[in-house]
C-alpha cells in the first residue's frame, strides 16, 4: 500500500531533551514536507525537500532540523525542543513529474503528536 | 505569495441537510486549488482538486467544488450530509510547476443526529 509513515504517533518531551520524529515514504517521491498543525493556524510548512540531499526552509523553520540522506526518509529533528513547539506534525509527500503536470497531490502521514512539558 | 482565508471556523449541520463550506484565495496567477479533510486521529486526504477547466469539480465522498474567478473562491458542498462527515476540511492553494501549497486555518464540520 502506498503511504507515509511516521513515527512515533504521540510523544510527550521535556524542554531541551533532543528528539527525531520519523518520515518513511513507499511511493519513490522526489518531494518530501514537514508541517505542522495548530488551532486557527492550519497547517504551516517547516521544511522541505526538493530530493536526496536538498533541503530548503519552509514558513517556520525555525527550532527543527532535517536531513534527506535517502530518497525515502525525511526525519525532522528537534535539537532542544521548548513548549512553543507543542503542536501536531504531518510529513507529506509528492512526486516531481506530479508536480510538472500540474497535479501536485501532497500524500500524507497520520500525523505525530508533539508535547514538550 | 498566496495564502487561502476559511471565514468558518466552526459549522454544524443536521445530518440529511446540505453543506457549504467557504474559501478564499488570493493568488496572482492561476491558482491550482484543492480541499483536503482530515478526520479525527487521521491524516489528511484529498477530496478533489482543480488545475483547469470546468470550474465544477467532483470529489470523493460525494463532495463538490466551485471556482469562480471573479470572487476568488472555491468553495465545497455536499447536497446532504452524513455523520461520517464530521471532520476539519482544509482548502489549499498551490501554483504550477511548484510544490509549495499554502493552507487555510481549516473549518470544522459537526454532525448532528
Known amino acids: 500500500e502506498a503511504q507515509v509513515t511516521q513515527n512515533p504517533r504521540y510523544l510527550i518531551t521535556v524542554t531541551g531533551k533532543k528528539l527525531t520524529v520519523t518520515c518513511s515514504q513507499n511511493m519513490n517521491h522526489e518531494y518530501m514536507s514537514w508541517y505542522r498543525q495548530d488551532p486557527g493556524l492550519g497547517l504551516r510548512q517547516i521544511y522541505y525537500?526538493?530530493?536526496?540531499?536538498?533541503?530548503d526552509k519552509g514558513d517556520v523553520p525555525e527550532g527543527y532540523k532535517v536531513s534527506r540522506k535517502e530518497k525515502r526518509n525525511f526525519p525532522l529533528i528537534l535539537e532542544s525542543p521548548s513548549p512553543n513547539q507543542t503542536s501536531l506534525y504531518f510529513c507529506?509527500?509528492?512526486?516531481?513529474?506530479?508536480?510538472?503536470?500540474?497535479?501536485?497531490?501532497?500524500?500524507f502521514g497520520a500525523g505525530s503528536r508533539l508535547t514538550v512539558l | 505569495a498566496q495564502s487561502v482565508t476559511q471565514p468558518d471556523i466552526h459549522i454544524t449541520v443536521s445530518e440529511g441537510a446540505s453543506l457549504e463550506l467557504r474559501c478564499n484565495y488570493s493568488y496572482g496567477a492561476t491558482p491550482y486549488l484543492f480541499w483536503y479533510v482530515q478526520s479525527p486521529g487521521q491524516g489528511l486526504q484529498l477530496l478533489l482538486k482543480y488545475f483547469s477547466g470546468d470550474t465544477l469539480v467532483q470529489g470523493i465522498k460525494g463532495f463538490e467544488a466551485e471556482f469562480k474567478r471573479s470572487q476568488s473562491s472555491f468553495n465545497l458542498r455536499k447536497p446532504s450530509v452524513h455523520w461520517s462527515d464530521a471532520a476539519e476540511y482544509f482548502c489549499?492553494?498551490?501554483?504550477?510547476?511548484?510544490?509549495?501549497?499554502?493552507f487555510g486555518a481549516g473549518t470544522t464540520v459537526t454532525v448532528r443526529a
Open positions: 489549499a492553494v498551490g501554483a504550477s510547476n511548484d510544490y509549495k501549497l499554502s
Open positions: 525537500s526538493m530530493n536526496v540531499e536538498v533541503t
Open positions: 507529506a509527500s509528492s512526486s516531481r513529474l506530479a508536480v510538472r503536470s500540474g497535479a501536485n497531490v501532497l500524500t
